[in-house]
């Protein structure tokens, strides 16, 4: 079965850095593009970055990630991560990484299997 366990979310300050963990099994890796969403208390899930799967493993960043976020994977590790430096308040939030092999669009959030998200919390 697939599964997807994310990692890494901490309490950290602003202009902190965290690095977030996406470790999936159960599916072919290579395959599948793997987004980050995140969702806080009162609103609703966006889009934070996503890479693709196999050729090209291209990378799409909502703009308010970019310059800031990067997104790669460890094929070897069946792991994802994203990098989230120069942290800011607003980026409080569950941030939640999905995998999906049957799409073109990744800024959305029909993705096929979801991991039970990882808590992010900026703060002084």
């Known amino acids: 079965q697939v599964q997807l366990v994310e990692s890494g979310g901490a309490l950290v300050q602003p202009g902190g850095s965290l690095r977030l963990s996406c470790a999936a099994s159960?599916?072919?890796?290579?395959?599948?593009?793997i987004g980050w969403f995140r969702q806080a208390p009162g609103k609703e899930r966006e889009f934070v970055a996503a890479?693709?799967?196999?050729?090209?493993?291209?990378?799409y960043y909502a703009d308010f990630v970019k310059g800031r976020f990067p997104i790669f994977r460890d094929n070897a590790k069946n792991t994802v991560y994203l990098q989230m430096n120069s942290l800011k308040p607003e980026d409080t939030a569950i941030y939640y990484c999905?995998?999906?092999?049957?799409?073109?669009?990744?800024?959305?959030?029909?993705?096929?299997?979801w991991g039970q998200g990882t808590q992010v919390t900026v703060s002084s």
């Open positions: 890479i693709n799967g196999a050729p090209y493993y291209a990378t």
């Open positions: 159960g599916l072919t890796f290579t395959r599948y593009a």
């Open positions: 999905a995998a999906t092999n049957s799409r073109t669009r990744l800024d959305s959030p029909s993705y096929d299997y």
